[in-house]
Nanobody
């Protein structure tokens, strides 16, 4: 079992930045890809970014490319999401998740463990 705790969410004006962190406990996540997803009110949870086990490969949703950066520290068992140039449409609850594989995936079905989420609100 893995427990994930997200932090770093909050209220920010459009154009601002936030850094989300996800801390894992219970077992190492160093052999797993990790992902960030988000869910806006009344909408499905959607893929944002993923990183492979080593951190050497990252994949992003098109709408966040060039603005968001996913990174990981396997020694600390953490994964972060740096979000710059935030837009009101980025408003959502953000979740981190542990992948079933070492390689990246956009598919939500390839993730086993989830955190409780952290709210990000971007005002215009």
């Amino acid at each position: 079992q893995v427990q994930l705790v997200e932090s770093g969410g909050g209220l920010v004006q459009a154009g601002g930045s936030l850094r989300l962190s996800c801390a894992a406990s219970g077992r190492t996540i160093s052999h797993s890809a990790m992902g960030w997803f988000r869910q806006a009110p009344g909408k499905e949870r959607k893929f944002v970014a993923t990183i492979n086990w080593s951190g050497g490969t990252t994949v992003y949703q098109d709408s966040v490319k060039g603005r968001f950066t996913i990174s990981r520290d396997n020694a600390k068992n953490t994964v972060d999401l740096q979000m710059n140039s935030l837009k009101p449409e980025d408003t959502a609850v953000y979740y981190c998740a542990v992948g079933r594989r070492t390689t990246t995936s956009r598919d939500i079905r390839n993730y086993d463990y989830w955190g409780q989420g952290t709210q990000v609100t971007v005002s215009s």
